[in-house]
């Protein structure tokens, strides 16, 4: 199983804002169709569309064919993880849609 590690970090949109460090999350993100598991590290209050962007940017994949998944449910792209309560380590699902005919 080969695993990598990206860190994902939001741009400050205002010199003037507060340079206080923001928390970071470790997040797992595997493939279920080949096992494939790649490690990011996201702010816990960043939209889950940075994470999706990077995994699809990363895997060449097209967005529109995927989907993650945490918990049963479907992630949307700006949903947080705060939002969701997760923690360090936690595993998000990624599904490729079989198109069939």
Do not use: W
């Not at 003037?16 to 490690?39: A, Y």
């Not at 940017?57 to 989907?67: A, I, M, P, S």
């Not at 705060?82 to 490729?96: F, K, P, R, S």
Request: charged share 30%; aromatic share 4%.
């Amino acid at each position: 199983m080969v695993s990598s590690s990206t860190t994902i970090s939001a741009s400050t949109a205002s010199k003037s804002r507060s340079l206080t460090p923001q928390k970071k999350i470790t997040l797992k993100v595997k493939t279920q169709q080949d096992g494939r598991e790649d490690v990011y590290k996201i702010g816990y209050n960043a939209h889950m569309r940075k994470l999706m962007d990077a995994c699809c940017t990363k895997r060449n994949l097209e967005k529109g064919t995927v989907r993650f998944i945490f918990g049963r449910k479907e992630l949307k792209p700006r949903q947080t993880p705060a939002q969701l309560m997760m923690e360090e380590g936690d595993l998000i699902d990624l599904v490729t849609e079989q198109g069939g005919g």
